[in-house]
């Protein structure tokens, strides 16, 4: 298997590629793990986009932290929602970070994050933070602990890494 190496110059062209991958990854699921739940409309591979490119937003945090966690963000929920691999071409250090963040179940993720990376607790967190965005459809019961759990990362993640715009969202719909 032949890995690419992202460069800085053409980080965003190579992850064109990436983008795609996920829009057809998520397209090729069944249901609603092909849809996001509030609406039953919007695609889901909308959802890591926007967990990537918010993550790209963060200039404070180190440029190979934003790099390679968009590109985690990006395949984050590749092996737990569709039927695609994840690609050959992605570095150690993401498909280490894409692990770090796959879990069978949110009980597990809740328990088991924390002997995680704080890498991979800062990329949970904007996971959380798009899925309280639309959690209209989350019951009241599933609502508190996921408001719950989003508090304890966000708290953890200003810890690490200080105020960051993604904290300040948290702050202010939580």
Request: proline share 3%; net charge negative; glycine share 4%.
């Amino acid at each position: 298997m032949v890995r690419l190496k992202y460069h800085k110059m053409n980080f965003f062209y190579i992850m064109e590629k990436d983008i795609v991958y996920i829009i057809m990854a998520h397209g090729q699921s069944e249901g609603v793990k092909s849809v996001r739940r509030w609406d039953h409309k919007t695609p889901y591979s909308i959802h890591p986009i926007w967990c990537a490119t918010m993550l790209l937003h963060e200039t404070s945090l180190p440029e190979d932290l934003r790099q390679d966690g968009s590109l985690a963000l990006l395949y984050h929920d590749i092996l737990e929602d569709t039927p695609f691999p994840l690609p050959c071409w992605l570095s150690e250090r993401v498909l280490g970070l894409v692990n770090e963040m796959t879990f069978r179940s949110f009980q597990d993720e809740i328990e088991m994050i924390w002997g995680r990376s704080k890498e991979a607790r800062l990329l949970k967190l904007y996971d959380k933070t798009s899925n309280l965005l639309d959690g209209a459809w989350m019951e009241v019961e599933k609502m508190g602990k996921y408001t719950n759990h989003t508090s304890k990362l966000c708290e953890d993640v200003e810890r690490n890494y200080g105020e960051l715009n993604i904290t300040k969202v948290v702050r202010a719909i939580i």
